[in-house]
């Protein structure tokens, strides 16, 4: 493997683990966050829960399509 190689598969990896754990604390909290926003509304409660989860996905759809116009 070559320099180049390496030094981009180190950040996808740390790319990756800042993105798994940004998310991994957001679903920790999102229950109570839920709890608290659901006694003002029930739907704004299923509202972050589902923008939180499609905001996850939806992050990873974005890093590959950026990945795959840079041509790695």
């Keep these: 493997m070559s320099g180049e190689e390496d030094k981009g598969n180190r950040s996808a990896a740390i ?13 920790f909290f999102l229950p109570d966050v839920m709890i608290s926003l659901g006694n003002v509304s029930p739907w704004l409660a299923a509202g972050l829960a589902t ?3 499609l905001g996850f996905f939806l992050l990873f759809w974005l890093r590959a399509r950026h990945q795959r116009r840079k041509g790695r």
Excluded: E, H, P, S
Excluded at 17 to 27: D, H, K, P
């Design 15 to 27: 790319a990756a683990a800042v993105i798994l754990l940004g998310t991994g604390l957001a679903f």
């Design 51 to 53: 923008a939180l989860v």
